[in-house]
């Protein structure tokens, strides 16, 4: 089996997700973006798909780096093709992005999959076919009703647990919100969902990135008092011994890192450094789940939990091949949006999660998505 063709669809869907100044989504008014979905076709015409935004995937690189490395190739020779994209980047000017390498590894496993008729987790070897999810909410705001208020976080917070959600994570308030960031209101906001949901509920923040180590210790000791089970990203995760400095500090958990760059090789040098006692990767993040399975069998090694970035169909995949790790992340959530309504480009939710609060992985092949093929194509920009 050889790979003959790379190509990128880029189609319109609507969306209420809206970014603000610093890339965090908030809800509002439904609006049409662009999104692409990557193919990689063999001379048999087996396919594998996975959806990027354009700009992620776009035709320099597709042209440049990925036909280069891919045509021709074998498309079960993974390991081999991500070695070789990785190795391109460093040539690359910096085009060539770890997520880019993310949605062609991806691409890669969607179509062993469908060619073998195997759901990605079954050919990697699924340690479970359903995962407890935590809900993950949006950082905070200043609407009405919204997440502007302590108040508004524990009452959505009964809301999620009411859906079946055993575990929450609250992302507080950050610029562009006008007198954030804030961490005595972080804590107030905590504290409200702790007396929302009671004991057994496993709580978790992911804070201002950009927090002062005293900001961020005062943080995580107000933590320790309301029984949270992680604090995430208060500090600037390109300063790894802050971070080592801080889980020295703090008995609550530190997970991460999230943003850092370098892939699977700067989480091992966190765990070296013991910037972390919670491993984090993310498909996006570190470059496909080709990588992001490494980081967790590191993180197994240690003795160590890995958590996973992000939902999605790759994300799940991730975490249910993995003993190591407790989560599905689900989300990005709030009380404007109703997150079971999935996307116009899908004819089925890549995360569908029981009153239970486990989210189900789809026996389908390949990534398990239900692509809507005719919607792609009916809304089309090029
Ligand atoms: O942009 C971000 O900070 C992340 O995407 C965030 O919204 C969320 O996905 C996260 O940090 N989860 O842990
Ligand atoms: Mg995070």
Known sequence: MRIEDVSVRVFRTTTKRHADSAGHAHPGPAHQVRMGVLTV???????????????????????????????????????????????????????LTDRALAIVDCALWDLAGRALNQPAHKLIGAYRDKVPAYGSIMCGDELEGGLATPEDYGRFAEKLVARGYKGIKLHTWMPPVSWAPDVRMDLKACAAVREAVGPDIHLMIDAFHWYSRTEALELGRGLEKLGFAWIEEPLDEQSMSTYAWLAENLDIPVLGPESA???HFTRAEWIKAGACDILRTGVHDVGGITPALKTMRLAECFGMNCEVHGNGAENLIVT???????????????????????????????????????VHLSDRPGLGLDINFDFIDANLCY
């Open 320 to 358: 249910a091949v993995s003993k190591n790790c407790r989560w599905y992340e689900r989300g990005l959530l709030h009380p404007f949006l109703e997150y079971d309504d999935g996307f116009d480009y899908l004819n089925a939710l890549a995360d569908p999660m029981d009153e239970d609060g486990f």
């Open 41 to 95: 076709r063999t001379e048999t015409g087996e396919e594998g798909h996975c959806f990027a935004p354009p700009e992620v995937i776009r035709p320099h690189v597709i042209e440049k780096f990925v036909k280069a490395v891919l045509i021709g190739a074998n498309p079960f020779d993974r390991e081999k093709l991500w070695q070789e994209l990785a190795h391109w980047q460093r040539g690359s000017a910096m085009q």
């Open 261 to 263: 760059p370098g892939k």
